[in-house]
């Protein structure tokens, strides 16, 4: 009788490890726990209460093996659901917009390009990933009202001398990855494609979502002598005075996806 206390004791013992670590199991289970608590109490109960040694020993390997079993669905489940979780949606092309802008010694010039395609991966209200192609043969000036002197600017932007929109008519930008910065920001690292020539740039976003919509704005900066863009650049040609044109331009993204 002494033997089977003690027994039952280690038994009642081993059970509790058993219980406890399957409710932590359970409790990474999306669904309600209380449904299993509410049949197998009288289970648990059991094992708190000493009687014949054999029965307990059969139940506490019946519920070892059931929370060995829910722990591996728990792991071999997590990260599928989790992959699931995040939805890619298109960028609508017509409520999107960029704009580009430049600086000279002189003063600045601005305009749009087109937007020909564009996605952004989300879970929930998460930014996770996104990429978008814009139109550089098609970009405009809309800063300049003359219009002989906008055709002439237009024509050198889309020349050899800056995008050679006839041998590179478009321009890609893939997102590598997304740091949360609190709030709707996060700061983006990704891969701008100009010119056939792929370089790294990051900047902040502000990201918003509603029930209809997911809407994406950053301002990127970009160093145009990294994608062989060196027109009077003091970089790479002296004496230019008041005809220098700074290195740095600037995209303006504006992305909307609809849900």
């Given at each position: 009788?002494?033997?089977?206390?003690?027994?039952?004791?280690?038994?009642?013992?081993?059970?509790?490890?058993?219980?406890?670590?399957?409710v932590q199991c359970i409790g990474h289970v999306k669904s309600c726990p209380f449904t299993?608590?509410?049949?197998?109490?009288?289970?648990?109960?059991?094992?708190?209460?000493?009687f014949n040694c054999q029965t307990i020993m059969k139940k506490v390997i019946l519920f070892a093996l059931v929370g060995?079993?829910?722990?591996?669905?728990?792991?071999?489940?997590?990260?599928?659901?989790?992959?699931?979780?995040?939805?890619?949606l298109a960028v609508d092309s017509k409520s999107s917009k960029i704009t580009w802008g430049a600086k000279k010694v002189t003063g600045t010039h601005a305009g749009q390009?087109?937007?020909?395609?564009?996605?952004?991966?989300?879970?929930?209200?998460?930014?996770?990933?996104?990429?978008?192609?814009?139109?550089?043969?098609?970009l405009t000036v809309t800063d300049v009202t003359d219009a002989e002197m906008n055709g002439k600017l237009t024509g050198h932007l889309k020349s050899p001398d800056?995008?050679?929109?006839?041998?590179?008519?478009?321009?890609?930008?893939?997102?590598?990855?997304?740091?949360?910065?609190?709030?709707d920001v996060y700061e983006v690292a990704g891969k701008l494609t100009i010119k056939g020539i792929t370089d790294e740039v990051k900047f902040p976003a502000t990201v918003k979502s509603d029930s209809k919509k997911v809407t994406a704005d950053a301002k990127i900066v970009v160093d145009r002598t990294k994608y062989d863009i060196k027109f009077r650049s003091k970089n790479f040609f002296e004496n230019l005075g008041d005809k220098a044109i700074e290195n740095d331009f600037t995209l303006d993204v504006n992305l909307v996806a609809n849900k």
């Amino acid at each position: 009788m002494r033997a089977c206390k003690i027994q039952t004791k280690i038994v009642q013992d081993f059970a509790y490890q058993v219980v406890i670590g399957l409710v932590q199991c359970i409790g990474h289970v999306k669904s309600c726990p209380f449904t299993f608590f509410k049949h197998h109490i009288p289970y648990i109960y059991t094992f708190f209460n000493p009687f014949n040694c054999q029965t307990i020993m059969k139940k506490v390997i019946l519920f070892a093996l059931v929370g060995l079993f829910v722990n591996s669905a728990v792991i071999a489940g997590g990260p599928e659901k989790s992959k699931a979780a995040d939805k890619t949606l298109a960028v609508d092309s017509k409520s999107s917009k960029i704009t580009w802008g430049a600086k000279k010694v002189t003063g600045t010039h601005a305009g749009q390009i087109p937007l020909n395609s564009g996605s952004l991966i989300v879970d929930g209200a998460k930014l996770k990933g996104g990429s978008f192609v814009f139109d550089v043969k098609n970009l405009t000036v809309t800063d300049v009202t003359d219009a002989e002197m906008n055709g002439k600017l237009t024509g050198h932007l889309k020349s050899p001398d800056f995008f050679s929109v006839e041998a590179h008519p478009q321009a890609k930008f893939v997102i590598t990855s997304v740091t949360p910065k609190g709030g709707d920001v996060y700061e983006v690292a990704g891969k701008l494609t100009i010119k056939g020539i792929t370089d790294e740039v990051k900047f902040p976003a502000t990201v918003k979502s509603d029930s209809k919509k997911v809407t994406a704005d950053a301002k990127i900066v970009v160093d145009r002598t990294k994608y062989d863009i060196k027109f009077r650049s003091k970089n790479f040609f002296e004496n230019l005075g008041d005809k220098a044109i700074e290195n740095d331009f600037t995209l303006d993204v504006n992305l909307v996806a609809n849900k």
